[in-house]
């Protein structure tokens, strides 16, 4: 069964680095999302992709946030300089269709920790 | 985004039904009722989604009430491996069609 996979699966950091989490989503899909969870939060919603460009954007999604589909198969979130705050699961998603119904699969998530 | 109320923890039995519940007055004509889980330490993962009329696929049941103000998930034989957080969530067909997340409901299933 075809899945979003996601690298790494932990990463630590010191706060004021860059971070870059990536993801494969699923290969004919055409939506990309990204969302995160800080431990025994809810999960949130970042930011959606389509058509090589942002689609809508969180509050959370400042301008230390990027992402990028740089070859056709890899969707990257980049954090341009970390804060403590950042620590969370990074969760990839992606979605086939422009259909109401269509579900999101989502990867197993990338932990990030900030020293 | 319409918004979801749902208990914050339901416990069952191995091998029983579940029904967990969802509450959304707010639903708009055009919202989607979906419904994910999350297994500990996983990614959400799709369980089922309709509009008006009541669903079943291999892994749940979905009932809508007539109104649509209220729906339920039917687990019909819960296994140890069900045991996630439940969320119910209304996606509108604009836009991005992002999945806002609730609190969900924590199910917990005794041997």
């Known amino acids: 069964e075809p899945e979003v996979t996601q690298t790494p699966s932990h990463q630590v950091t010191q706060m004021g680095q860059e971070v870059i989490l990536r993801c494969v989503p699923i290969?004919?899909?055409?939506?990309f999302y990204w969302y995160r969870q800080i431990l025994g939060q809810k999960v949130e919603f970042l930011v959606s992709f389509y058509n090589n460009e942002i689609s809508e954007k969180s509050e959370i999604f400042d301008d230390q946030f990027s992402v990028e589909r740089p070859d056709g198969s890899n969707f990257t979130l980049k954090i341009r300089s970390t804060k403590l705050e950042d620590s969370a699961m990074y969760f990839c998603a992606s979605r086939l269709s422009g259909a109401g119904t269509g579900e999101l699969f989502f990867g197993e998530g990338s932990r990030l920790t900030v020293l | 985004d319409a918004k979801t109320t749902q208990p914050n923890s339901m416990e069952s039995n191995e091998e029983e039904p579940v029904h967990l519940p969802c509450n959304h007055s707010t639903i708009s004509g055009t919202d989607y009722i979906h419904w994910y889980r999350q297994l500990p330490s996983q990614g959400p993962e799709y369980v089922i989604h309709g509009l008006t009329s009541n669903v079943n696929n291999r892994m749940a049941s979905l009932a809508i009430a007539e109104d649509r103000k209220s729906s339920t998930l039917i687990l019909h034989r819960a296994t140890l491996r069900d045991a996630a957080v439940y969320y119910c969530i209304l996606r509108l067909l604009q836009g991005a069609q992002k999945l806002v997340f609730g609190q969900g409901t924590r199910l917990t299933i005794n041997p």
């Open positions: 290969s004919n899909h055409l939506y």
